[in-house]
């Protein structure tokens, strides 16, 4: 390396040295940009800038070679051949073309390979150019610094394009330049220095070689041409960056305004995310650039990654915080920094995937109450009834009907039945074991699958938790309210083969416990079920006999007792039912109120009675029962403005007829029904007065125009001390009220000379006439009926015999 310093040092002019070394720099800067533009161009364009990157690199390499031997300066003539001359310029842009044609390939380490081509061709270029220099003596060579410069061609070549095209950073790019700089100029100094001049007078410069100056001219030319069209690679790479930097700004505005987060990678690192993908992901986005795309998306290796298509798929998002994120994946190639990338669209599934876990909740379990709902609790059933099919242990399925739930409604509102509801379900499933199942059927029925029991005492068990739960005071009910319910259950597999048989039998057990008093369990027994199936058949009739027309009125005269004087009628309901004919009112009335029938029902009696007491000529009072269930609706008192406005009939005419059991239920409801019914000017009786709970404070609460004593203590007057006792006192505090009162139920001549004698104002019963259509009623509105009651009932008068109204 001392005899390359020496061959420097003295035998060249340093400043074209440093004139070739510029000129090399600047070559090869020139040819990494244009490789650069190549590599991001279509096939045909890549073609065009490879040859020009070759044209401007064999040049500059030329140039340099030239410069450089101007430099030199040996002791004896020189010149140039131009043959050789030319061909070492052709040399040195077909290889170095061919090199960079290998560098911008898909071949495997094709820029190492094609910068060694290219290094080799500056070599080749070199010596053939060596071999072009014609002088006054014998060049002698070095075979060591020869192999030198051919090794520092190749190796230094081979990394000046593998790094400069590495990126197109500026770093990247000047470090490619350097070496390709490098690779140059160490192999010409060091094959100069590999070159030993021996003059020989005997030779001489021919005639035809071309001068130095001439050379110096060409060599000028050159330099000029490489600087245009190193001017025109830099202007045009200035003019890319600013168009690529514009560009890769509206990008990343078009990318940031997508809701879908957008994460460009090459290979498995990131290059490129917007700003939702780092905010999906909980990190800035330059602290994304360059990590593994696989920390981020763990669930998926390299190979499904490269998988994914246009089609999208599913897959989990790892957060900084290391939380899971549900996404949908679906990725595209791009060119990006005019490289291959892949985009990979990633959309956020938290919140789908949250509603469809709410609408698999509300489709498999109760909104209210949290708890299964019909549809989990017949899967379920399904599956326990298979598992313990052919075992010896017992599937107990326990069905729960809320007792007098309604009244919770009707007196409290809805919140406060909703409440209740919540209550019922939480403590069903504290007294429940894990593997147990409670679930809300709709309403207020639950039901509870109680799988693997030993015996029916298990079963019992159960039952008995359950009525307990609900012995403690909570503040989650309404005050003064306490939770009773009934239980019915039935046995797998004895009281049933199948689902569809076990839940009719647990409900007719359920049918039977309400039976026996509420607040109470029944197991099933066969008998229950043709009970059940009657039931449910007088429900179904019930609520289609105003429309099959099977419903009747008849009616009982009311006499004035001190006048005799008919004053009014009551409306009574029967019904024929089609097959099985008359139903007593005793059975189907409860029926129909628990059913709910009993509104529709109601209605159409309070129609039916006073379209038929508006025909009447005299203007007498009809009287019309009506169900608790009726006035704690909330609509009575606009039913009956309704019907008084429909039918004529004058509001004075109509009088109201309420149970005192009504009263106790909802007393701030019933007052305001009773309230408005007296705003129109409807007239208000207590039915059954003395068989309540409260009788002297609810004749001072309530807006009552008369009393009507309850059959069973008019019935006893003539024989029982207390019972005339009672009626003597009912008389009297209703006097004192100046309320009237009608005593019911009289039959017998003693009763009603009782009745005189106590001052009581009004009577009925079977001693004027029994209830009957009004048909036979009409013509003897005007008779005296306690003077003359067989002509009022029809016949002879039956002073023993007694019946229900």
Not at 165 to 190: D, E, M, P, Q, Y
Not at 389 to 403: E, I, M, N, P, Y
Request: proline share 4%; hydrophobic share 50%.
């Amino acid at each position: 390396m001392l005899k390359v310093y020496s061959c420097i040092a003295t035998q060249h002019d340093l400043r074209l040295v440093v004139l070739a070394v510029l000129m090399c720099g600047l070559a090869s800067g020139t040819a990494i940009n244009l490789l650069h533009h190549g590599g991001s161009s279509s096939r045909f364009m890549r073609r065009i800038w490879i040859s020009i990157a070759a044209i401007a690199s064999g040049f500059g390499i030329w140039a340099t070679h030239f410069i450089a031997m101007l430099a030199f300066v040996p002791p004896v003539p020189t010149g140039y051949d131009l043959d050789l001359t030319l061909a070492s310029l052709l040399v040195a842009i077909c290889v170095t073309g061919i090199g960079f044609a290998c560098a911008l390939s898909r071949i495997p380490h094709g820029r190492l390979i094609g910068g060694a081509i290219a290094g080799a061709g500056v070599a080749v270029m070199h010596y053939t150019g060596m071999a072009a220099f014609e002088i006054a003596g014998r060049i002698v060579w070095d075979p060591s610094l020869v192999a030198a410069s051919l090794a520092f061609a190749v190796l230094f070549g081979a990394a000046s394009l593998a790094v400069g095209l590495r990126s197109r950073a500026f770093r990247w790019k000047a470090g490619g330049a350097a070496l390709l700089t490098v690779a140059i100029c160490s192999l010409h100094f060091t094959a100069m220095g590999a070159a030993s001049i021996v003059p020989d007078p005997a030779i001489h410069v021919p005639d035809p070689a071309l001068p130095s100056g001439m050379l110096a001219v060409a060599v000028a030319l050159v330099s000029t041409l490489i600087i245009l069209l190193a001017l025109g690679a830099l202007w045009l790479d200035l003019r890319e960056h600013r168009n690529a930097a514009r560009e890769a700004d509206r990008m990343r505005d078009l990318a940031d305004a997508a809701v879908e987060g957008l994460v460009v990678c090459k290979g498995r690192t990131i290059a490129a995310a917007n700003s939702s993908f780092a905010e999906l992901v909980g990190r800035d986005r330059q602290a994304l650039l360059g990590r593994n795309i696989e920390t981020i998306f763990p669930a998926l290796s390299e190979t499904e990654l490269r998988g994914i298509g246009t089609v999208p798929v599913e897959s989990t998002l790892r957060q900084a915080d290391g939380r899971s994120v549900p996404v949908e994946l679906i990725q595209r190639d791009i060119v990006y920094a005019g490289e291959p990338h892949r985009v990979l669209a990633v959309r956020d599934l938290s919140e789908r995937k949250k509603a469809e876990e709410e609408i698999y909740f509300l489709a498999h379990h109760d909104p209210l109450t949290k708890l299964p709902n019909r549809t989990s609790f017949n899967k379920r059933l399904e599956a326990e009834i298979a598992a313990h099919r052919g075992g010896r242990r017992l599937l107990a399925v326990l069905f729960l009907d809320l007792d007098r739930f309604k009244e919770v409604n009707d007196l409290f509102g809805h919140p406060a039945g909703d409440s209740v509801l919540q209550y019922v379900a939480e403590r069903v499933q504290s007294v429940l074991s894990p593997d147990a199942l409670v679930a809300r059927l709709g309403g207020d029925e639950f039901a509870i699958i109680a799988p693997d029991l030993a015996d029916a005492g298990a079963a019992a068990e159960i039952a008995e938790a359950v009525l307990r739960a609900f012995d403690k005071e909570t503040e989650q009910l309404p005050k003064g309210f306490a939770v009773r319910t009934s239980i019915g259950i039935a046995l797998f597999p004895g009281d049933a083969p199948d689902r569809a048989t076990l839940l009719s039998h647990a409900d007719a057990a359920l049918y039977a416990a309400k039976a026996e008093g509420r607040g109470v369990y029944c197991f099933f027994e066969p008998s229950m079920g043709a009970h059940l199936r009657d039931r449910r058949q007088l429900e179904h009739d019930i609520r289609h006999a105003v429309a099959r027309g099977e419903l009747s009125l008849v009616y009982q005269p009311q006499a004035d007792l001190q006048t005799g004087e008919v004053v009014g009628f009551e409306a009574l309901l029967r019904w024929e039912h089609g097959t099985k004919g008359a139903i007593s009112p005793a059975e189907f009335i409860p029926i129909a109120e628990d059913c709910g029938a009993i509104v529709q029902i109601g209605e159409w009696v309070l129609r039916t009675a006073c379209a038929e007491a508006a025909r009447w000529q005299r203007p007498l009072m009809i009287a019309v029962n009506v169900s608790p269930v009726q006035i704690h609706s909330g609509s009575l008192a606009l039913i009956v403005e309704e019907v008084l406005k429909e039918t004529g009939l004058a509001p004075s005419r109509l009088e109201i007829e309420i149970t005192e059991s009504a009263l106790i239920k909802d007393v701030g409801r019933t007052l305001t029904a009773l309230r408005q019914l007296r705003a129109l000017g409807v007239h208000i009786a207590m039915d059954d007065f003395g068989t309540g709970y409260s009788s002297l404070s609810n004749l001072r609460a309530f807006p009552f125009d008369k009393i009507k004593i309850d059959q069973s203590f008019v019935r006893s007057v003539d024989s029982s001390a207390e019972a005339a006792a009672i009626v003597r006192a009912v008389v009297g505090l209703a006097r004192g009220l100046n309320l009237p009162v009608l005593a019911e139920g009289v039959e017998t001549e003693d009763e009603l000379k009782f009745l005189r004698a106590v001052d009581c104002s009004a009577v009925q019963g079977y001693l004027l006439g029994r209830p009957g259509p009004m048909s036979e009623f009409t013509g003897h509105l005007a008779e005296d009926v306690v003077s003359h009651p067989r002509r009022l009932a029809g016949g002879p008068a039956r002073t023993r015999q007694r019946g229900a109204a």
